[in-house]
């Protein structure tokens, strides 16, 4: 067990210049702002294309696009799901418990194309719709990744917390969530990757995203579009979940000293 934590713990130390998540961001915004510069490289790959680079927008305002939408549908779910976890690990709360899992897992089992269809003639075509799909396909991870954490703090910690006075939400903000903090982040940083491959479908109703190229693409078989939206998607998933394991690497070890 020693040897694990110490492991972990040299993981968590890596310097910033030499973390991979950094590099894998980096390389998102070198390769955002120098897209057009590549305009002849996808030409001579793709000689067929009369255009074979994305000009409706410039890729920086889809990836802010993209990433504002993420941010937004992720805090929503993130505050919603977390919120759902503690009431119904409550005492007040947990005869809920099975009816909050199911209406959460149902809301992951529609395709959010299908939310959007259903959400655009009530709200219209723009962001709306898109948030509502995201914050729905984002909030199962989030609710059963608090689950999972509230679950694993040991019972000792709880009846001592009750021991030295503190009231029931003391004993939740002071003790119960930071043990469970690993556990919640897990299903944040969940959330988010999904959230981040999702968020492509917005384009389908009129909203810039990061999949305005790669559904532009598919509906004029334009490969060319289709891999430069789907690279920067890839890239940017991969450096936002670096960060989320750094950041649980971090909250691992203050837990477990």
């Known amino acids: 067990m020693a040897d694990s934590n110490a492991s972990g713990d040299a993981r968590a130390a890596v310097p910033w210049p030499r973390e991979p998540a950094l590099w894998g961001l980096a390389m998102l915004g070198v390769l955002t702002l120098a897209m057009p510069g590549l305009a002849p490289g996808f030409a001579a790959a793709f000689p067929q294309l ?103 703090v040991p019972a000792e ?43 492509t479908v917005a384009a389908t109703v009129g909203v810039r995203s990061l999949g305005s190229p790669i559904i532009v693409g598919l509906a004029g078989f334009n490969t060319a579009y289709v891999v430069q939206g789907a690279v920067l998607v890839a890239l940017l998933a991969v450096g936002v979940d670096g960060l989320f394991a750094r950041a649980a690497q971090r909250v691992a070890g203050r837990v477990g000293a």
Request: hydrophobic share 55%; aromatic share 6%; no cysteine.
């Open 157 to 199: 910690v709880r009846e001592a917390s009750a021991g030295l006075g503190l009231n029931a939400w003391q004993r939740l903000a002071q003790a119960e969530l930071p043990l469970a903090l690993p556990g919640v982040l897990a299903g944040v940083r969940s959330s988010v990757a999904i959230n981040i491959g999702t968020a």
């Open 50 to 152: 009369e255009r074979p680079m994305y000009e409706h927008d410039s890729f920086a305002a889809l990836l802010a696009w993209h990433v504002g939408l993420v941010a937004l549908s992720s805090v929503a779910a993130a505050a919603a799901g977390i919120a759902a976890g503690v009431f119904v690990t409550r005492e007040a709360g947990r005869e809920f418990r099975g009816a909050v899992e199911t209406v959460v897992a149902i809301g992951q089992t529609v395709p959010p194309v299908a939310v959007l269809a259903l959400a655009v003639p009530l709200l219209g075509f723009g962001v709306a719709p898109v948030l509502i799909a995201l914050f729905l396909y984002g909030l199962l991870p989030i609710l059963r990744g608090t689950l999972s954490g509230l679950e694993s």
